[in-house]
T-cell receptor
Framework: ETGVTQTPRHLVMGMTNKKSLKCEQHLGHNAMYWYKQSAKKPLELMFVYNFKEQTENNSVPSRFSPECPNSSHLFLHLHTLQPEDSALYLC???????????FGPGTRLTVT | GENVEQHPSTLSVQEGDSAVIKCTYSDSASNYFPWYKQELGKGPQLIIDIRSNVGEKKDQRIAVTLNKTAKHFSLHITETQPEDSAVYFCAARGYSTLTFGKGTMLLVSP
């Protein structure tokens, strides 16, 4: 788990709050991903960044706002979320020369 | 886009038995098929993968087979142990991203 770290591990927020999730990868990779994992559903890709540039936005609502200041860090800024946004949010990274994605432990988000 | 179906959704076996999880995919252009293991409270961990130019790959007790014609691939775990209990996900890589199956909860009873 030391390859990709995520903070916080657990987060409870109200619908009017603003919070941010943080991901850091220590693998020297240049691609980073945000996924949403809900019970009994496949992992849903949200955003992809390559060399700090967003290359994919999978029709994610604007209440989720990603930020990638450098190849090692990825943030997901949250505001005015809905209860159905409660889920495990996973970050992953990949080296451009490989297909292998490595996941962090996730942030368990509960929206009340 | 790619669509990945995974079966079964739950699988219970006795310690020492074999376990097989199957996935099908829809995009014939998909060329990379990883399997992930997710334990409670952890993120998915890559356990084995296979490229489309290979039919089978083995790593100790774990093996993956790929049938490109039928567009299906399978994970085989032999001599299962209680620590193999987890949720297993298959995935297929199409143009640039991975599409995941819904997962299989494997329970290995001592």
């Amino acid at each position: 788990e030391t390859g990709v770290t995520q903070t916080p591990r657990h987060l409870v927020m109200g619908m009017t709050n603003k919070k941010s999730l943080k991901c850091e990868q220590h693998l020297g990779h240049n691609a980073m991903y945000w996924y949403k994992q809900s019970a009994k559903k496949p992992l849903e890709l949200m955003f992809v960044y390559n060399f700090k540039e967003q290359t994919e936005n999978n029709s994610v609502p604007s209440r989720f706002s990603p930020e990638c200041p450098n190849s090692s860090h990825l943030f997901l800024h949250l505001h005015t979320l809905q209860p159905e946004d409660s889920a495990l949010y996973l970050c992953a990274s990949r080296d451009d020369s490989s297909y292998e994605q490595y996941f962090g432990p996730g942030t368990r988000l509960t929206v009340t | 886009g790619e669509n990945v179906e995974q079966h079964p959704s739950t699988l219970s076996v006795q310690e020492g038995d074999s376990a097989v999880i199957k996935c099908t995919y829809s995009d014939s252009a998909s060329n990379y098929f990883p399997w992930y293991k997710q334990e409670l409270g952890k993120g998915p961990q890559l356990i084995i993968d296979i490229r489309s130019n290979v039919g089978e790959k083995k790593d100790q007790r774990i093996a993956v087979t790929l049938n490109k014609t039928a567009k299906h691939f399978s994970l085989h775990i032999t001599e299962t142990q209680p620590e193999d209990s987890a949720v297993y996900f298959c995935a297929a890589r199409g143009y640039s991203t991975l599409t995941f199956g819904k997962g299989t909860m494997l329970l290995v009873s001592p």
